[in-house]
């Protein structure tokens, strides 16, 4: 079955570096891969959406990339910030092109 | 401002009760969804509607219901078949272009937390 694997142990950094979290899809390959940022207690919010033809997308200090040939895409926060603390989800078109398949999720915590 | 309402944001069911969870939207989007989220687990899709008077069951359909008269709103509906209902409801909307509207980001509610008495 179609599955997006997302690192499940919480990341920790100081504050300054730069954060890279995993997705990993398998059994598919999808057009499509979207990343979104969930604080506790709230709904996700929309980050980026990276097409399968496009290597890298940046917005501000984020940037994600998909590799179709490692079936990956990786996102990245430069200059982390403890503000930037929260949930990271990783979430996948399926093959009948109308929903999506989410991650679990990576937790990432940034300490000052 | 546009966005999603859910209600209420905290919810108890008794044994053998149906509960109606509410979802409203003013962004005038054609799509809604329903999720369930449980801890360790990522959003598993219940219902998605594409458009009004229309509804597909999703991965984990048992023990729900839907409805969507009105493209504004989609109540999901927790029967008494649904044994193990405790968890975290999403509803999230989105404007379909073109082939699907899986190209679209999703905007979400800030969800209802189900929990048996």
């Known amino acids: 079955s179609q599955k997006i694997e997302q690192n499940s142990e919480a990341l920790n950094i100081q504050e300054g570096k730069t954060a890279t979290l995993t997705c990993n899809y398998t059994n598919y390959s999808p057009a499509y891969l979207q990343w979104y940022r969930q604080d506790p207690g709230r709904g996700p919010v929309f980050l980026l959406l990276i097409r399968e033809n496009e290597k890298e997308k940046r917005k501000e200090r984020l940037k994600v990339t998909f590799d179709t040939t490692l079936k990956q895409s990786l996102f990245h926060i430069t200059a982390s910030q403890p503000a930037d603390s929260a949930t990271y989800l990783c979430a996948a078109v399926g093959s009948s092109g109308d929903k999506l398949t989410f991650g679990t999720g990576t937790r990432l915590a940034v300490r000052p | 401002d546009g966005g999603i309402t859910q209600s209420p944001k905290y919810l108890f069911r008794k044994e053998g009760q149906n509960v109606t969870l509410s979802c409203e939207q003013n962004l005038n989007h054609d799509a809604m969804y329903w999720y369930r989220q449980d801890p360790g687990q990522g959003l598993r899709l219940i219902y998605y509607?594409?458009?009004?008077?229309?509804?597909q069951k999703g991965d984990i359909a048992e023990g729900y219901s839907v409805s969507r008269e009105k493209k504004e709103s989609f109540p999901l509906t927790v029967t008494s078949a649904q044994k193990n209902p405790t968890a975290f409801y999403l509803c999230?909307?989105?404007?379909?272009?073109?082939?699907?509207?899986?190209?679209?980001?999703?905007?979400f509610g800030d969800g209802t937390r189900l929990s048996i008495l």
């Open positions: 509607s594409q458009i009004v008077n229309d509804f």
């Open positions: 999230a909307s989105t404007d379909p272009r073109g082939r699907g509207s899986s190209n679209q980001p999703q905007h």
